[in-house]
């Protein structure tokens, strides 16, 4: 119930999704880069200063009143890591004019607001200074904030642990110890060098008409259209790791994490499949054989990096039952390499993946993911399937065996 | 079968109480791959001592949320399996006054409402199965004990409340689950379960006939199932809280503190709603991120962006929270209460903020009703609070500033506050010494 269409304007692709069914236009302005210590913590703290101060407005409450008075137009900021990469997007949501009574065009206003955003940083002066430094001081409060919850804080160490020189190791949202020594200068510098080296997409959804294109004009202009390659990791061998950590917590966080050797999309792709079966769902063996019979967790789950070829396994345990926990998801994993599973459930875990597949263009935000992964992987909707049913018992039992356990950190009790 | 149709904001939907008095809604959402649906019963964590057909029975904190769990295990097998092989997700989730049943697919629809439908409605419990949900769930109430902003929250509310059964977990305590026998789950399902204690909600792209004769054929074949005579036996809650202030100490790095202002609750549905949105748009315009208040809190570092407030309007309660992670738990305080003080001397509410705030907010409302999660849990929610999430947008415009005015210095005095302070372990340490 949606259609895709590319142009490029002004050197920037852009891709127009029309689907009539939602209530709201959203566009999201996507840029990519490689992940590295340097970028991370500056993109961060750039990309929410950029959606705070624009050059139009003077103060952040005025430039909220402006778009509260355009029915709540909802604009943010979003970091993520995709591959070998490191992604910053704006997105801004608004609803579509014609459910607003007077003759208000929010798609030009919204888009004049986007451009406002995007440019800002040029002209960031000594007199933004202060603003600077509270936004400087607010990422260390959220970022220290983030540690008093055990389980993130757990799944960083694990991370720190696992991928010890690797840059997979930082997250998205930046390294706590980099922040202080930003300035405003690199901040700056920063904006120069996403506007013009990194890649960027513009992406929007709704119910859209023929002069969408025209109101998005200039929202960024290059010379020339820059595509950068998408890739992941290539397989590490692995050292096997272990690290303990005492706290005072009520259960203990159990996290392991794996490298995969997958070389080709259907491996990818089987490794979709086979995480969905080990700890990836409701049904998966973690979940009914751990939790629900031995009722050693409440929660416990797997979650995979296919790009990159990376399985965790996630899971909140009693501190005296963390060896036993330990060893039945290494045992479910054992089950899923010597093929132990039946050709039914592999197919119902097919077809639940397909459902959900099918949900996901449902929401505007997922939508505008799934095409922009498209773009990405210069693939379509028509690609995933064939991939999702080629993959067989031997696939996956291929595929779980090029699983090698890396790391395995918990966090107990005192 | 009724349609209403609401041309404004292009929504439509359908309804029929059938002869057993579930009450069914189908709300079309043309163009969308998913069918999501609630099937709620009015009963939830509070709801632990009542009468039915004049006996009176206390049953153990938690039960509600314990029998939720129960409900998708069966004789021949766990219900989460079916639902998965028949290509949905199902869930549920209990609150104070309701538990919800739900599950989303694309395909196989029919089959999938039949499941939901049966595993609500026959209970299966056994002494074997509930004594392992035991340890399930104590793992369960032991992680949110490890989550600093849930200690923090459930701290506050036992310093407001005295004898409302709000105070406890919704999950109860590990005593209190352990007394949990299949006797007394058979009681709740039989006395809160009932059709008429029930709402089945439909959201996506129907045969509308097509799906409300299905509802109706099952229902009808359960054959005439007789109403209990239920009374609900709420403990009369006073305004006065119990402790004002409090120190929680965990083994975190950062200081929080949550304040929290008791009110009064309102019995008329009218007058509540009211209520609920003039203190939306007042606590807006005071602590918002639009008001000169917040900026100045800001600059000073008195609070950070974890800075967060929000009026609870409830059937059975009603209060304020606010909280942030601060450097200076006593400054923050201070700070509020002077601001409380500030704006009884200053005409901060305006009408052309009102207004301002009116096009925020109905521009959030319908950019929600993209997703038929926030419908069916919302129009749920609005129902049993007898409204209609529907006619939201006529209310909202009805909010005056006289309104707000009305209520907001009531429900920020300072008489029926109280202050909890989450600090690091070593402070106590420190503090004792």
Known sequence: MYNVQSKTIDNIPTVFIHTEKFKTINVKVQFRSRLERDRVSKRYLLSRMMVKKTGSFDTESEFLKYLAHHYGAHLTSAVTKKGRDHLVSFNLEFINSRFVKEDLNLLEKMTEVLKDVLKTPFDYGVEDAQFFEREKRLYINRLKGLKDNKAQKSFENLLNVMFEDEPYKYLSHGVLEDIEKITLEDIKDEHEEMMKNDEAVILIAGHLDEVTGVSLKGLIARDETIRLPYEGYSFKEVTEKEQTDHESVEQAKLNIGFRVNVDSTEERMALNVANQMFGGSATSYLFKNIREKESLAYQIHSQTDIKNGFLFVLAGISPDQVEKAKSAVFHELERIKDGDFTDEFLSETKHLMQVNRNEIVDKPKGLIALVYNQYLSDSTDGDWEKLLNKVDHELIVKVANQIHLDTVYTLTGK | ?433
């Open chain 2, 1 to 433: 079968m009724r349609h209403i149709e609401y041309k404004e904001i292009d929504e439509n939907v359908y309804q029929e109480t059938l002869d057993n008095g579930l009450e069914v809604f189908i709300i079309q959402k043309s163009g969308y791959n998913k069918k999501f649906v609630t099937y709620t019963t009015k009963y939830g964590s509070i709801d632990n001592h009542f009468k039915v057909n004049g006996k009176e029975h206390q049953v153990p904190d938690g039960i509600a949320h314990f029998l939720e769990h129960k409900m998708f295990e069966k004789e021949d097998g766990d219900v989460f399996d079916l639902f998965a092989k028949g290509g949905a997700n199902a869930n549920a989730f209990t609150s104070y006054d309701r538990t919800s049943y739900l599950f989303s697919t694309t395909e196989d629809f029919y089959k999938n409402l039949t499941l939901l439908m049966d595993m609500v409605e026959k209970p299966y419990f056994t002494e074997e199965t509930v004594e392992r949900e035991i340890g399930i769930i104590n793992e369960e109430i032991k992680m949110y004990q490890d989550n600093p902003g849930y200690r923090l929250y459930f701290d506050t509310i036992g310093q407001m409340y005295d004898k409302l059964p709000v105070k406890i977990d919704i999950a109860g305590t590990l005593p209190s689950i352990s007394e949990i026998t299949k006797d007394h789950l058979y009681l709740c399902h039989d006395t809160f379960y009932h059709p008429s204690n029930m709402v089945l909600i439909m959201v996506g792209d129907f045969d509308i006939d097509e799906a409300m004769d299905f509802v109706k054929d099952h229902q009808d074949a359960r054959g005439n199932i007789k109403p209990l005579d239920v009374k609900r036996l709420l403990p009369y809650e006073q305004r006065d809280v119990v402790k004002p202030k409090h120190n929680l100490y965990l083994d975190v790095a950062e200081t929080k503190v949550m304040l929290g202002f008791k009110n009064e609750k309102i019995d008329s549905d009218k007058e509540r709603l009211t209520r609920d949105l003039a203190m939306m748009f007042g606590l807006d315009m005071v602590f918002g991120e639009q008001s000169d208040y917040y900026y100045e809190m800001l600059e000073q570092g008195i609070i950070d962006d974890s800075f967060n407030f929000a009026h609870n309007e409830e059937k059975d309660f009603a209060h304020i929270l606010m909280t942030t992670q601060t450097d200076d738990p006593e400054k923050f305080t201070h700070t509020i209460l002077e601001i409380i003080e500030d704006i009884k001397n200053k005409d901060i509410f305006e009408e052309d903020k009102l207004i301002n705030q009116k096009r925020e907010v109905l521009g959030d409302y319908l950019s929600s009703l993209n997703s038929p999660e926030y419908i069916a849990n919302q129009y749920t929610k609005y129902h049993l609070d007898g409204y209609d999430l529907y006619q939201l947008p006529e209310i909202i415009e009805m909010i005056t500033v006289d309104d707000i005015k009305n209520y907001i210095f009531d429900a920020l005095d300072p008489e029926y506050m109280v202050e909890c302070v989450l600090q690091p372990e070593d402070e106590k340490v420190s503090a004792d010494d």
